[in-house]
């Protein structure tokens, strides 16, 4: 084995012959420091020495990273830890696991300071993502709604948008969300925006629920779930029961305000959410390929079944059939998509025929009050406005197929029609309907 003073110049041009697993280059002035190199390698540092007996062999460092003064100086440590009797082996082994191990819990750390700082718009965000497709189009923009920052300005007139209930909570960190935080919030919104922030609330209970089942948030969520507690629900108050739904009387007024409305999409849409019964959502999202033209049926998008069919009455079947089929939508706005906001248009046509504000959702309640003036097995109704049965012979053995729910609701719809003083030639092609309200 060829010894020689360690330069720099030696160091850097030592190579392996091609010949040769690999080569050995000693240092002359520190006992066991050498450079081994393989012929596809580059030159390292090594020291080589016996421990009881037996060779030790410990590499120390590429030339490039080492100064031969340094690359002495460790082999000359080593060599001390052997006098004292120590096997290096075993103490680089022992520093080496050390060193992982305080990495580990640095690592460890800084996750959960992550997993701390992680804030309830970071988790609403990410619970949003996973459960829209779980959702309907109005549930998911009430997420958005209620946390928003707001300070947008208003698509129409002057001013912008408001901040949404939850929008205060969303820069706090999830651990900081606790059931007195929440409890205080509630009082606060409870004072300006109940209904509002009622809403908030239910959502936010579900997303906590939502919370608590993933592994990556449950450790940051305080107790159970912090916004179920009775000082909350208490400070938000009960929903009122909401009685809006026209009288057999205002029919006639009604939907001849209805049939002014310069929009047909929406005058058709606020006729057929009265004369179906169906929530103001599931309409909305009517497509065209939910038009069975054939069987003369709708399928409606239900948030209980996940879909029902239902007849497709003569009147709504002329109404929908005298639609422009611009897009998907059968209810098409602007852009070629569904309706946005058609509750401005029944507030206008409410005030203009004299009737009491009525929302979009009071059109379904008219449906189901308005079919107490006929002998409708309550089951049927029940059916097309998809409620759930509410006994256990509707559950399991009542199936009523589309042509027995077409006899009561064609009968529902022909009444409403005629107490509203509406004749329509139902012999007539659909699409070329005239319509003569009373």
């Known amino acids: 084995m060829a010894k020689i003073k360690f330069t720099a110049g030696r160091v850097t041009g030592f190579t392996c012959p091609p010949d040769k697993a690999q080569a ?5 002035e520190v006992k066991g420091l050498g450079l081994r190199a393989t012929p596809n390698g580059k030159p390292t540092f090594i020291y080589q020495s016996e421990y009881q007996d037996k060779s030790v062999r410990l590499t120390i460092g590429n030339p490039g990273a080492w100064t031969i003064p340094q690359a002495q100086e460790k082999a000359r440590q080593l060599q001390r830890l052997i ?19 305080v990495a580990a819990e640095q690592a460890r750390k800084a996750q959960q300071e992550a997993a701390q700082a992680v804030t309830v718009g970071d988790v609403w965000a990410a619970y949003i993502a996973e459960r829209r497709p779980h959702w309907g189009e109005r549930h998911y ?14 698509k129409r007139g002057t001013g912008t948008t408001e901040a949404g209930p939850l929008h205060s909570l ?12 929440v409890e205080a919030w509630a009082a606060k919104q409870a004072q300006t925006r109940p209904t509002s922030a009622r809403l908030a ?33 208490e400070a938000l108050g009960k929903a009122g029961t909401k009685k809006d739904a026209l009288q057999r009387e205002q029919l006639p007024a009604w939907f001849a305000a209805v049939l002014q409305i310069g929009n047909p999409a929406i005058a058709a849409y606020l006729q057929a959410l009265l004369l179906t019964g169906a929530r103001p959502g599931e309409l909305l999202a009517l497509r065209w390929g939910d038009v069975n033209l054939n069987w003369k049926g709708l399928t409606i998008r239900d948030k209980v079944e996940g879909e029902r069919v239902i007849p497709l009455t003569p009147y709504v079947h002329h109404l929908i059939a005298a639609l422009p089929r611009r897009g998907e939508w059968v209810f098409a706005g602007a852009g070629d998509k569904s309706l946005t906001n ?20 009071g059109l379904r309640r008219s449906f189901k009050s308005l079919t107490e003036w006929l002998e409708i097995p309550a089951g049927v109704v029940a059916q097309l406005m998809g409620h759930k049965p509410s006994a256990t012979a509707e559950k399991h053995y009542t199936v009523r ?3 027995l729910l077409r006899v009561h609701h064609e009968k529902i719809e022909a009444w409403i029609l005629e107490q ?9 092609e659909p699409g070329k309907l005239r319509v003569v309200a009373g």
């Open 342 to 361: 058609p509750a401005k248009n029944l507030n206008d046509a409410c005030r203009v025929a004299g009737v009491d504000h009525v929302s979009m959702h």
């Open 420 to 428: 509203a003083g509406v004749t329509f030639d139902a012999a007539a």
């Open 170 to 181: 969303m820069a706090l960190p999830l651990r900081d969300l606790t059931a007195p935080l």
């Open 141 to 154: 923009r009430d997420h958005l709604e209620k946390s928003r920052a707001g300070g947008e300005p208003f």
């Open 24 to 28: 050995f280059l000693w240092d002359t």
């Open 201 to 233: 609330w239910r959502l936010l209970k579900v997303f906590l629920g939502w919370c608590t089942e993933q592994d990556a948030y449950a450790p940051l969520v305080v107790g159970s779930n912090a916004a179920k507690t009775k000082k909350t629900r």
């Open 83 to 101: 006098d004292e009797g120590k096997d290096p082996r075993s103490l680089k082994a022992d520093a080496l696991a050390q060193s992982k191990a």
């Open 401 to 403: 197929p589309l042509d």
